[in-house]
């Protein structure tokens, strides 16, 4: 499964058991939100309107583990909070020597079992499959395992 | 997977010899078929597990394994703690304590039949299924606690389950050791109200006919005939284990660089056993185990509500509950001498033969059920664990079929109506609140089970007792 608008794509990729999330943009920042929309795509194909909105913020000393950071606290704002998300604002700045800090406004709406027939539960990010890179053109690639 | 690069044992055994940073071999077990149909991902992820530090005799692989995150699911590891083994937060894996529960319903199959979609609708209806799903229990902060430490029997205390089921569940249904302390409260608030939810993905609660018994003897002391009807739940410790499994394997990538462990994967972030790390580890792990244990004796209780209001009289008494995703300290002889190990089972059952003293005074004499879910359409299987000295693999077995084929080519394969109405021909309903989600798992997805429990026989990792056929499927 896969989707992309503009210069920004997410896709889900083969695994074994689980599945892996693909966010491709112009920046980190994009890609991180585009894999984080192909984890609530793992979940649900159905639209999720962009009704509330929640912030999130967390730390980590490289871009890989703020990428397994990052989709941790959607996952934990779907779990606690039983919302959806499919919009994000993600701004990425350097934390002086710990690394990176992320803040991220989430946008989405509660989830409706009917409607939006979750497919799985994400479970966690995993450290697997783990890359942020720039490709070959210049864009980002933020990538990961999934448990669900 | 490439058979070229492992030393064949025998038709079910396969070894990976030592090489670079492997400290020990990798054993695989299964036949030419099931290793050729393995991803070479696992004999990759087998290796890595065998370079980590005080890891004993070697890695087990079992013949459902496949490519994991980290560990192989389908992975055996021991560690000894005297020898700088180490714990990993991966090699369990964020579903803690996931896990298998049969109840015998005394019923037989031509009588559940005449009341066969009322009671699936019924299941539906009252076992929580699903991402969302909520049973209404919602704990606060002392049942959270008494809950963590109780296990079971804290769902006992609560009326939700039979004092006699206790002893009928690993560690009498409540594990020691449990240090709710080190639980987080993103854990706590996360399993706020997912007691007695059964979950997502291939998480089900089934509805089975003993369909053939392999061993009559071991069947009639497990009280399997054919033809009668038990039921099966699937499912785990829930948010709160998903949690811990994330803030533990985030906390352990830079203790394992602290420690001086030069890690072949990060998944596999590991700490001294003995450190302050490993032992906060090893009691919330515990502790979600815990839940795990008194998620499923809640979900049993709803079942025999449901049960009882569709055939009343009926009491589903409990054949076992054993978990797959766990870490415990046990006894194990190795080479010659009986050592205490810290064993990683990630997608394993313990499979405890006879006579070991932790099985219930009533299965001593026979063994430990060992229940191994196959896919919707294809059928269980009730093993009994064998002799310690017929396999080295650690008292462990397989735990499922295992899939074949991820989630992302099934959904382009099998549409989940289709799956639904198909299943259905065939004498099995089921229910799911959603179709892409049966479409992920379709039974053309997984493994044959009967060739990964009949390899696991071969190999002498347990015996086969009975065999179980679908009747109704509730799909998380």
Same mark, same amino acid.
């Given at each position: 499964?896969?989707?992309?608008?503009?210069?920004?794509?997410?896709?889900?990729?083969?695994?074994?058991?689980?599945?892996?999330?693909?966010?491709?943009?112009?920046?980190?920042?994009?890609?991180?939100?585009?894999?984080?929309?192909?984890?609530?795509?793992?979940?649900?194909?159905?639209?999720?309107?962009?009704?509330?909105?929640?912030?999130?913020?967390?730390?980590?000393?490289?871009?890989?583990?703020?990428?397994?950071?990052?989709?941790?606290?959607?996952?934990?704002?779907?779990?606690?909070?039983?919302?959806?998300?499919?919009?994000?604002?993600?701004?990425?700045?350097?934390?002086?020597?710990?690394?990176?800090?992320?803040?991220?406004?989430?946008?989405?709406?509660?989830?409706?079992?009917?409607?939006?027939?979750?497919?799985?539960?994400?479970?966690?990010?995993?450290?697997?499959?783990?890359?942020?890179?720039?490709?070959?053109?210049?864009?980002?690639?933020?990538?990961?395992?999934?448990?669900? | 997977?490439?058979?070229?690069?492992?030393?064949?044992?025998?038709?079910?055994?396969?070894? &990976?010899?030592?090489?670079?940073?492997?400290?020990?071999?990798?054993?695989?077990?299964?036949?030419?078929?099931?290793?050729?149909?393995?991803?070479?991902?696992?004999?990759?992820?087998?290796?890595?597990?065998?370079?980590?530090?005080?890891?004993?005799?070697?890695?087990?692989?079992?013949?459902?394994?496949?490519?994991?995150?980290?560990?192989?699911?389908?992975?055996?590891?021991?560690?000894?703690?005297?020898?700088?083994?180490?714990?990993?937060?991966?090699?369990?894996?964020?579903?803690?304590?996931?896990?298998?529960?049969?109840? %015998?319903?005394?019923?037989?199959?031509?009588?559940?039949?005449?009341?066969?979609?009322?009671?699936?609708?019924?299941?539906?209806?009252?076992?929580?299924?699903?991402?969302?799903?909520?049973?209404?229990?919602?704990?606060?902060?002392?049942?959270?606690?008494?809950?963590?430490?109780?296990?079971?029997?804290?769902?006992?205390?609560?009326?939700?389950?039979?004092?006699?089921?206790?002893?009928?569940?690993?560690?009498?249904?409540?594990?020691?050791?449990?240090?709710?302390?080190?639980?987080?409260?993103?854990?706590?608030?996360?399993?706020?109200?997912?007691?007695?939810?059964?979950?997502?993905?291939?998480?089900?609660?089934?509805?089975?006919?003993?369909?053939?018994?392999?061993?009559?003897?071991?069947?009639?002391?497990?009280?399997?005939?054919?033809?009668?009807?038990?039921?099966?739940?699937?499912?785990?410790?829930?948010?709160?284990? %998903?949690?811990?499994?994330?803030?533990?394997?985030?906390?352990?990538?830079?203790?394992?660089?602290?420690?001086?462990?030069?890690?072949?994967?990060?998944?596999?972030?590991?700490?001294?056993?003995?450190?302050?790390?490993?032992?906060?580890?090893?009691?919330?792990?515990?502790?979600?185990?815990?839940?795990?244990?008194?998620?499923?004796?809640?979900?049993?209780?709803?079942?025999?509500?449901?049960?009882?209001?569709?055939?009343?009289?009926?009491? &589903?008494? &409990?054949?076992?509950?054993?978990?797959?995703?766990?870490?415990?300290?046990?006894?194990?002889?190795?080479?010659?001498?009986?050592?205490?190990?810290?064993?990683?089972?990630?997608?394993?059952?313990?499979?405890?033969?006879?006579? %070991?003293?932790?099985?219930?005074?009533?299965?001593?004499?026979?063994?430990?059920?060992?229940?191994?879910?196959?896919?919707?359409?294809?059928?269980?299987?009730?093993?009994?664990?064998?002799?310690?000295?017929?396999?080295?693999?650690?008292?462990?077995?397989?735990?499922?079929?295992?899939?074949?084929?991820?989630? %992302?080519?099934?959904?382009?394969?099998?549409?989940?109506?289709?799956?639904?109405?198909?299943?259905?021909?065939?004498?099995?309903?089921?229910?799911?609140?959603?179709?892409?989600?049966?479409?992920?798992?379709?039974?053309?997805?997984?493994?044959?089970?009967?060739?990964?429990?009949?390899?696991?026989?071969?190999?002498? &990792?347990?015996?086969?007792?009975?065999?179980?056929?679908?009747?109704?499927?509730?799909?998380?």
């Amino acid at each position: 499964m896969k989707g992309s608008e503009a210069n920004e794509s997410w896709a889900l990729l083969p695994h074994d058991a689980d599945v892996v999330v693909e966010g491709r943009g112009a920046t980190p920042e994009a890609a991180f939100a585009q894999a984080a929309r192909a984890l609530t795509h793992a979940i649900t194909d159905t639209p999720v309107a962009a009704r509330e909105a929640v912030t999130v913020t967390c730390r980590a000393p490289d871009r890989e583990l703020l990428l397994v950071e990052w989709l941790n606290a959607v996952i934990y704002e779907m779990a606690v909070g039983g919302r959806l998300f499919d919009r994000f604002a993600v701004v990425i700045v350097a934390d002086g020597d710990a690394g990176w800090q992320l803040t991220a406004t989430l946008w989405g709406e509660p989830l409706d079992r009917a409607r939006h027939a979750p497919a799985c539960e994400a479970k966690g990010a995993t450290y697997s499959a783990l890359t942020v890179h720039a490709d070959t053109q210049g864009g980002w690639v933020a990538r990961c395992v999934i448990d669900v | 997977m490439d058979i070229s690069t492992l030393t064949r044992l025998d038709d079910t055994r396969w070894r &990976l010899e030592p090489s670079g940073r492997m400290r020990v071999p990798a054993v695989l077990y299964g036949d030419e078929s099931l290793l050729r149909d393995m991803d070479d991902k696992v004999r990759e992820q087998a290796a890595n597990v065998a370079a980590l530090p005080g890891i004993v005799q070697a890695v087990e692989v079992m013949p459902d394994a496949h490519w994991g995150y980290g560990f192989p699911i389908g992975g055996v590891a021991a560690f000894d703690a005297d020898a700088g083994g180490v714990v990993c937060a991966g090699g369990v894996g964020f579903d803690i304590s996931c896990g298998v529960r049969t109840l %015998h319903t005394g019923l037989e199959e031509a009588e559940l039949r005449t009341r066969q979609a009322s009671l699936a609708d019924a299941l539906l209806s009252h076992i929580p299924a699903g991402l969302g799903s909520q049973s209404g229990i919602t704990l606060g902060a002392g049942e959270m606690e008494a809950m963590l430490r109780g296990g079971a029997a804290w769902a006992v205390q609560q009326g939700w389950g039979e004092p006699r089921d206790l002893r009928r569940i690993e560690e009498g249904g409540c594990m020691a050791g449990a240090q709710p302390e080190h639980v987080s409260e993103r854990a706590r608030k996360r399993q706020r109200r997912e007691m007695g939810t059964l979950g997502s993905g291939n998480h089900y609660l089934e509805v089975q006919a003993v369909d053939e018994v392999f061993d009559p003897a071991v069947a009639e002391a497990f009280g399997l005939s054919p033809g009668e009807v038990v039921v099966t739940i699937h499912c785990g410790s829930r948010g709160l284990g %998903h949690q811990i499994g994330t803030d533990f394997l985030r906390d352990m990538l830079p203790a394992a660089a602290a420690a001086g462990i030069d890690l072949p994967d990060r998944e596999l972030a590991c700490v001294p056993l003995r450190s302050a790390l490993g032992e906060r580890y090893l009691g919330a792990m515990r502790a979600a185990m815990n839940c795990a244990l008194a998620n499923r004796e809640i979900l049993a209780h709803f079942a025999r509500e449901v049960f009882a209001d569709h055939f009343p009289g009926c009491r &589903l008494e &409990l054949l076992f509950d054993v978990s797959h995703n766990t870490c415990k300290e046990e006894t194990h002889r190795v080479d010659g001498r009986e050592r205490r190990l810290f064993v990683h089972r990630k997608g394993a059952t313990r499979a405890f033969g006879p006579g %070991h003293p932790d099985l219930p005074d009533d299965l001593r004499a026979v063994g430990q059920p060992v229940l191994i879910g196959g896919s919707m359409g294809t059928g269980s299987h009730v093993l009994v664990g064998t002799e310690p000295t017929v396999s080295g693999a650690f008292a462990s077995a397989c735990h499922g079929a295992g899939r074949a084929m991820s989630r %992302h080519a099934a959904r382009r394969r099998w549409q989940g109506r289709d799956v639904v109405d198909e299943l259905a021909r065939r004498g099995i309903l089921v229910r799911s609140p959603s179709m892409r989600g049966v479409a992920e798992e379709a039974p053309g997805a997984y493994k044959d089970v009967d060739g990964v429990v009949l390899a696991a026989e071969r190999a002498g &990792l347990a015996r086969r007792v009975a065999r179980l056929r679908p009747l109704i499927c509730i799909k998380g």
